[in-house]
């Protein structure tokens, strides 16, 4: 297992700005992911974060409007842009853990963002 | 595109008795992984089962089970002696593996009666 923090653990924003949103993981790292989970909703990928190189984004998702970077194995930042009221949702990071199953993901607590 | 269908947005049941969630998947892979998960109103996710496609064995981890039906793309999880804790969102997921995300399903609000 791995302890997988986010900072902030929530956060309330005015549009039009932009809050980025840190990932950090306790232990090796192959796969880091980003999901979105608007107000009731279920969870949705949003990108998968590539060790220094640009990010793969899910159809619907743009890296002007959610930059993505990772600097490192175990660290990884999402920029939520421009924000307006539409982007309140939970952001999660995932990862999978090296040594353990490729496909098996483990989630960080998310950050619960509301934009007025 | 894969697809994962959750029909029960919510479920009730006594304490201590036993509870099945429905989760029906569409995939034009032969190898995959099917995941539930768990979240409490904590929002924690959390990983409760795991299988994958070419084991016919179904997992199973304490008181979770699924039922898996390749031929069917059904993968539903039973829930022995439900205890108040189990009370949570419980997410059916998809995965082709290695560098994929997940897809998920709606969702099923399970209630714990006492």
């Known amino acids: 297992s791995a302890v997988i923090s986010q900072k902030p653990s929530r956060d309330i924003c005015q549009r039009g700005t932009s809050l980025t949103i840190q990932c950090q993981v306790d232990?090796?790292?192959?796969?880091m992911f980003w999901y979105r989970q608007q107000p009731g909703q279920s969870l949705t990928l949003i990108a998968t974060?590539?060790?220094?190189?640009?990010?793969?984004?899910e159809s619907g998702f743009v890296i002007d409007k959610f930059p993505i970077s990772r600097p490192n194995l175990t660290f990884s930042t999402l920029t939520v842009s421009n924000m307006s009221p539409e982007d309140s949702s939970i952001y999660l990071c995932?990862?999978?853990?090296?040594?353990?199953?490729?496909?098996?993901?483990?989630f960080g607590p998310g950050t619960r963002l509301t934009v007025l | 595109a894969q697809t994962v269908t959750q029909s029960q947005p919510e479920m009730s049941v006594q304490e201590a008795e036993t509870v099945t969630l429905s989760c029906t998947y569409d995939?034009?892979?032969?190898?995959?992984?099917l995941f539930w998960y768990k979240q409490p109103p904590s929002r924690q996710m959390i990983l409760v089962i795991r299988?994958?496609?070419?084991?016919?064995q179904n997992a199973t981890e304490n008181r979770f089970s699924v039922n898996f039906q390749k031929a069917a793309k059904s993968f539903s999880l039973k829930i022995s002696d439900s205890q108040l804790g189990d009370a949570a969102m419980y997410f059916c997921?998809?995965?082709?593996?290695?560098?994929?995300?997940?897809?998920f399903g709606k969702g099923t609000h399970l209630i714990i009666q006492p």
């Open positions: 997921a998809h995965s082709e593996g290695g560098a994929d995300g997940l897809t």
């Open positions: 232990s090796q790292v192959t796969m």
């Open positions: 995939t034009s892979e032969s190898d995959y992984y």
């Open positions: 995932s990862v999978t853990l090296a040594g353990g199953f490729m496909d098996e993901q483990f």
């Open positions: 974060a590539n060790q220094g190189s640009e990010a793969t984004y």
């Open positions: 299988q994958e496609a070419y084991k016919q």
